[in-house]
Structures are given as C-alpha cells and as structure tokens.
C-alpha cells in the first residue's frame, strides 16, 4: 500500500503540538489542532500565530488550522497522520493511544513525539493495526526552525509507514530526516546528553586543574565546531530541570554495561543548584546570568561552582593552538586534557553505537549536524583527526576497539569517508554511497 500525508491531525498544544501544526499548516496541509478544553487551545493558538517566535511563517497558513478538544477526538477519522504531542509520560501517552485507535481511519499514520520514551513501550499489547502503523515523530525544537526529524520505527512497523513518514518530513516539511533505532533517546539525544551529562563531571575535574567555566565553555565551543554556548550555556538554555528528567530516563533505560550510566546524575554542586531552583534562563539565571547595571547597561555574571558565589563572567585566553579541533585535541596542556576526556570520550562513545542506535555512520552525523548544530558530525571529526592511528594508538595501549573503529581497522581504513564524502564504510567493511 501507497501512503500519501495531506492532512493532520496534531493532538497536544504545547511548544512541540503548536510547532509541529504550524509548519504543516506552511506547508500548505489541513491540520486539527486539539488539545485538553478551550483555554487551551486558545493558549496553543497564541502559540501557532503570537509571540515573539509564531510557529507559522505564513499568517495565512493559520486558517487551515481547525481546532478540537479532548472531548471532539472522533473529529481525527479522515486525517492521513495523526500526530500525539502530550506530555512526556507513558501512562498519559498509552492512555490517549487507546482512544485514538478506535477512532482513526484504516491507513492513517499514527505517531507520538517523544524525546526519549521507547515506542515498544508505548504501543505494548496495543492492536495489531497501531503497532503496524505507528512510528516516532522526534521533531527538534523549535520545529520551524530546526532542521532534524527523527522517524523511528517499531517491531511491527511495515516499510510503508516508515516511506510516507520520511518522505512527507522531507519533502513537504523542508526537514533533515534521519533513520533511528527504537533505543532511549535515539540518536541526537543519546549522544548530545552523553556529551553534557559526561560534560559537568568532566568539567569539574578540568576546573580542579585550573580551567575557569568560562574556558571550558570557549573550548566546547567553535574550536570543536559546537555552537557558542559551550557546555555550561547550553545546559542553561535547556534547564537543569530538563536534564534531571534525561538523566533519569537514562539511568532506566539505558543498556546495562553503557558507559553513560556514570553520568546520569549530576556533580553535587550542580545537584544544589537544582534543588536550589537555579535552572538556567527560565529561573533568570543559572550557570550564567545577565543583569541591568543603574546606567542602563547589562552585566554578564558566573556562577562560579567553585566558591559558590556570583562573579563578573571573564573573558578566557585561549592560545592558537586551542582554536581548532586537531590541534586542541593534540594540545599538552589541561585545556588539550579536558577536550581529549569530554570531545575524545563522546566521539569514541558514538563509535560504539552502530548499529545500536542507527544502521550507519552517516544517520549519525546528520543527527548531530541538523539537530544540535554540531559543524561536523562525530565519525566526520574523527577523520579529521586519523581515525586510523587512534585504532593503532588504542590497540597498542591495550584498549577494546569502539564497534566502528574496529570495523575500519579491520577494513585497512583510512577514513570513514572517501571520494569527497561521497561514501561511507559500512558496518559490513564495503563502501557505500552516501544517500542524498
């Protein structure tokens, strides 16, 4: 069976239910937008068309947006994809699954987006059909702008289902979709909160050799191709509330012998900042914060984890050698250490993960490129720095190869890329083309 998405119908309001209705609504689909009662709708509304970042681009794509509440779910029979976007718990998500399915159409497509619940455990012991038709939706926020979309299939998921997901994100929604494993977090989320939640233990032991925050934050930053935030800005982006979740869901979900378990709760000084309620720029501050001075100006303060006190952020000092990713990782200094422990440690993690995670190198790459705006993706950044002789490097000093570093070793690799970035070596040790 052919599927083809021309409508939706997006059941949740929030940020993730408003942005997903408004970019479909842009791209020229009929949408039903239904949420709890009519306050919220009004609220996911304000979402769709208000504020200082509406969902929609186009003010006139808002009247192909109809509207419903819980108690008007019947209202969803006809729609080609019906899309959950509730909260993040599996009873409320499990719940709603069951009244969907009795009221879709045959050949819907049925998604929940989640950030990190498995599917098999949202749709165990459901009917055959949903199983059959149901895939995970994981858009990145905010959904206009962010250019991942993660499609997930389970078990049960027929090919089909997975072609019209994909084929619809990709070419209606303008999206970069990536194929994912029903594994927690998938794949930009498994990887970037190892990244961050590894990050805060192995920053603390950078600061014990001297490294002020601030630095820490210049070396993650445009030195390893990551954004400007670093690692103790992002995380004040995203809120230490959201992390604890992360790190929870992890600490359940993750497989037993995954180096992650480590990091899945945070360093104490960070733990009493959260329950202090300091979360990062929701609370006004957290990490970092910026103040108004009496003249009008603004101050930029640190929280400076070491003494416990705000202070005036500082500018770091970086030598040359720090400011690109081969020779800050070649660096003998603590600043070469630190991006060795935490940048080195997450490429050798995302190493291990093929075919855990996702089938190939380059779903990987793609998911940190589009969905955390990492300028190179891991296996990309380990070519740039001889993938080869890190494998040479490991086996002399007695260390197990990562699962795609074996494979290259064993392939008389060079690289993980050839001809441009044209192919990839599989996890089978062939070349591949890469797919467009």
Known sequence: ???????VAVIGGGTMGAGIAGKCADAGCRVLLIDKDETAVAKAMERVTGGRM??????????????????ELDRIAGFDWICEAIIEDLATKRALFEKLEALRSEGSVVSTNTSGIPLRSIVEGMPERLRRDVVVTHFFNPVKVMKLLEVVPGEDTTPDVVAAMAAFGAEKLGKGVVHAKDTVNFIGNRIGCFWMLSGLHKAKAARGQGLSMETIDALMSAPVGLPSTGLYGLIDLIGLDVMDFVGKNLAVNLPEDDIGRAFTSFPAEVQALFEAGQLGRKTGGGFYRVTKTEDGGKLKETFDLDTGAWRQTREPELLPAHHELASLMAAQDACGAFARDLMG????????????????????????RWGFAWQKGPFEMLDELGPAA????????????????????????????RD???????RDGAWHKVPA
Do not use: C, H, W
């Open 420 to 426: 441009g970035g044209a192919e990839y070596l599989g």
């Open 345 to 368: 440690g997450t490429l050798l993690y995302a190493a291990d993960l093929v075919p855990q995670i996702a089938d190939d190198i380059v779903n990987i790459d793609r998911a940190m």
């Open 1 to 7: 069976m052919t599927r083809e998405i021309k409508s």
């Open 54 to 71: 509406p969902a929609i681009d186009n003010p006139e794509s808002a009247r192909l947006i109809e509207t419903g509440t819980f108690d």
């Open 390 to 417: 890190l494998a040479t490097d490991m086996k002399a000093r007695g260390q197990d190869l990562p699962a795609m570093l074996a494979v290259l070793d064993q392939a008389g690799a060079t690289g993980f890329y």
